[in-house]
């Protein structure tokens, strides 16, 4: 680009850069108002949406209703549809959301539900070691009750684990979580 010749073209050059820097500053002040209404790291979308605060919470069905495996092995697990219908048998049949339940459970299908703890395959996590020392869901998964989109609250790594075996006297040993 060339210097302008006279002050008429500066005037134009000079209007046209502030419209675009005008431009540039108000697309950035939008992106900076988005991002501060629209967290990142937002949960993982399930395919039925799924309060766990009406049915845990209000609701106040227990943990293990649903997810028997934390007192019987190592892994929680996820109901089958024909968990849920022991209760949407009858219970709210004709929301959207239910009818979906229901859909997959007389088609024989199962839901595929998106995991939200995931760790590493070379640690080896025992919920029903922890569930029988005593140890609240909550611990681990933060307050579930209150939460309508399951969320991790807290970074399941080694030092959450470690300090929480030195505060309880639980083992250190490095096999007891890496097999």
Avoid at 94 to 102: A, L, N, S
Wanted: proline residues 6%; charged residues 15%; aromatic residues 10%.
């Amino acid at each position: 680009m060339t210097a302008p010749a006279n002050h008429h073209e500066l005037r134009a050059h000079g209007g046209l850069g502030g419209v675009l820097t005008a431009a540039a500053l108000l697309t950035m002040a939008c992106a900076a108002a988005f991002c501060a209404y629209w967290p990142f790291g937002l949960p993982p979308a399930q395919p039925i949406p799924f309060s766990h605060r009406v049915h845990a919470g209000i609701k106040q069905i227990g943990c293990f209703f649903c997810h028997e495996g934390a007192r019987t092995g190592a892994r929680a697990g996820v109901p089958p549809v024909s968990r849920c219908m022991l209760c949407h048998e009858r219970v709210a049949v004709t929301h959207p959301q239910i009818r979906r339940v229901r859909q997959h459970y007389f088609q024989n299908q199962p839901i595929d539900w998106v995991k939200v703890t995931v760790l590493p395959e070379f640690v080896y996590f025992d919920h029903q070691m922890h569930v029988q020392y005593g140890l609240d869901c909550g611990w681990c998964h933060g307050d579930v009750k209150s939460m309508d989109r399951i969320e991790l609250k807290y970074e399941l790594l080694m030092g959450f684990c470690v300090d929480c075996h030195r505060r309880s006297g639980a083992t250190h040993d490095c096999l007891a979580c890496h097999r």
